[in-house]
């Protein structure tokens, strides 16, 4: 299916047009600038995938499916089936959302079996609904890159800021986190974040410095091939250090 479809990811489409299918077959779920619903990921700094990688998002969304968005089918005691994601739970009733964005309130006293599956919220099949045409406006409305453009720092990521990052990794204050990791906006500046999954994954860049534990350990230059391509995107770079560096200043106060 996807090698059918690979060639609209070679043609040039138009974003406003693109912005109407977005609206139409994704908004209810995906939210992307101010468009939308916040049920599945937020597709906001999807510019930074090529093409193809997000056609094949689109195409096979059960390829990768994040415990979160896992779709689970409940059957209750007068047989009615339910398939959808987990939204919210209470000692008396669990609530789903199915692949049409509806929320259903199913109360636990009536549920006869609740599994969850191999499969995502993201519906299959969706090629089938978008006109090839279609497809080529909304890949351009996805990897428009509009006033801002957002850097795929996790490949130069140096530190991840859930640990202390300047003398004691086991120090609180010397940690950034977020209670989550969706993109923000900052002086009217959006920041696409890199998820570090607990500690596991390095989501900032942190250069040489002769001050503290490890700073001196740290390259003393970084770079990305966007950022190349882009020098004037290097201040949105600069300022993400500089909160960083911020923090470190409310830490030592
Ligand atoms: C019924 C809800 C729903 C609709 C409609 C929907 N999606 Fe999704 N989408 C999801 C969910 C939930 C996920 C997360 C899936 C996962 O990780 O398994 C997802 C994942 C994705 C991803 C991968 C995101 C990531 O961070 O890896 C992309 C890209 C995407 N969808 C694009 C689209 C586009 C484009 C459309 C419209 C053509 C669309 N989706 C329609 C629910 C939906």
Redesign the pocket.
């Known amino acids: 299916m996807l090698d059918q479809l690979l060639h609209v990811t070679r043609k040039t489409g138009d974003v406003e047009r693109g912005r109407e299918v ?1 609206k139409k ?2 908004a ?3 939210k992307h600038g101010d468009i939308g619903e916040k ?3 937020e ?1 906001t700094g ?1 510019a930074v995938h090529p093409k193809d990688k ?1 056609l094949t ?2 195409i096979d ?1 059960n390829r ?3 415990g979160n ?1 896992r779709l689970y089918t409940i059957t209750t005691d007068s047989g009615r089936i339910y398939n959808g ?1 987990l939204a919210s739970e209470t000692a008396t009733a669990i609530e789903l959302v199915d ?1 049409e ?1 509806k929320r259903h309130t199913i109360l636990r006293q009536d549920i006869e079996s609740m599994v969850a599956t191999n499969k ?4 299959d099949g ?1 090629e089938k609904e ?1 006109k090839e045409a279609e497809f080529v406006d ?1 890949l351009e409305f ?1 990897t428009a890159r509009g006033k801002f453009f957002s850097l795929p720092l996790e490949k130069v990521a140096t530190v991840v800021t859930t640990k202390g990052m300047f003398y004691r990794a086991d120090d609180n204050l010397e940690r950034l986190v977020f209670p989550d990791w969706t993109p923000k906006t900052a002086f009217g500046v959006p920041f696409v974040l890199v998820d570090p999954k607990g500690d596991r994954v390095k989501n900032a860049v942190m250069l040489h410095s002769t001050n503290g534990t490890f700073p001196p350990t740290m390259p003393k230059a970084s770079s990305c091939r966007a950022m190349r391509r882009r020098r004037r995107f290097i201040s949105s770079q600069a300022s993400a250090a500089g909160a960083i560096r911020w923090e470190r200043r409310e830490a030592s106060q």
């Open positions: 977005f077959t994704c209810k779920c995906h049920i599945g990921p597709l999807f997000i998002e689109i969304p990768s499916v994040e968005y994601l692949v964005a995502s919220l993201m519906p969706l978008v909304l996805l």
